[in-house]
């Protein structure tokens, strides 16, 4: 019960700052959280927890938010701008793997304690980030595909949580499977069962945060932000 209380509070406070991000800098808000969610994502999936008995893992949360962002841009600035943030996540989240292995290949000083966490964590990435890279490319070009397919049958502004919904729903699904699979099927570090409860618990939940961050959406959407101001 701890971690499903603690989960709203996470999640709520999650689409808390997204809104406050959007509404603070704009446009270009919405591109520093593609670039800062992508890293973050990546760090809190190597972490499990348990909730009510199922296993799931964290990064949840800041990927259904890097969905919502694109679906914002498309919405608001286009499909262009859209790809063109996707990119950005992409570029973010390389740039952060390349870098940060390049900082462990250092010989640690003889009184130094955060290697063996450093190494933990991101001794790990560039597979977790294999899969990431495949899954996001895949996965929110789909988005932004899809979300504009879907409006060119339900137009009307309030036809926005069907234009989200539809699109995200679909690409979360391709999202796990490919992720799931490149970083977890083939390792040592869970069993198949483990692997299964993962994939399935990874999208119900990002699907159940998706159609929760519909209102958050509509809420961004309303905003009259800096960089839309005459």
Not at 27 to 47: C, E
Not at 76 to 102: C, D, H, N, S
Not at 119 to 132: H, N, V
Not at 210 to 228: C, G, H, M, Q
Request: aromatic share 16%; hydrophobic share 55%.
């Amino acid at each position: 019960m701890y971690n499903f209380l603690w989960g709203v509070l996470f999640v709520l406070t999650n689409f808390a700052f997204f809104l406050i991000c959007y509404r603070m800098f704009g446009k270009y808000g919405l591109y520093a959280w593609i670039g800062v969610m992508t890293v973050i994502a990546n760090i809190q999936v190597l972490k499990t927890i348990d909730m009510f008995g199922i296993v799931m893992t964290l990064g949840n949360t800041a990927n259904v938010t890097l969905f919502l962002t694109t679906d914002l841009l498309n919405e608001r600035y286009g499909p262009k701008e859209a790809r063109r943030a996707i990119w950005f996540g992409f570029f973010t989240l390389i740039m952060t793997t390349v870098i940060m292995q390049m900082a462990l290949a250092f010989t640690p000083q003889a009184t130094d304690f955060a290697q063996p966490s450093l190494e933990t964590i991101f001794g790990f990435l560039p597979r977790i980030a294999i899969a990431s890279l495949s899954a996001y490319l895949i996965s929110q070009f789909l988005d932004v595909h899809l979300f504009s397919k879907v409006r060119a049958k339900f137009p009307n502004t309030g036809q926005l949580w069907i234009r989200s919904n539809v699109s995200t729903g679909i690409s979360q699904f391709v999202d796990s499977l490919v992720f799931c699979t490149i970083a977890f099927a083939f390792s040592e570090l869970y069993p198949w069962d483990i692997w299964i409860q993962i994939l399935i618990t990874t999208y119900l939940i990002k699907l159940v945060l998706s159609v929760v961050s519909t209102p958050v959406l509509y809420a961004a959407r309303s905003f009259k932000v800096r960089d839309e101001v005459q």
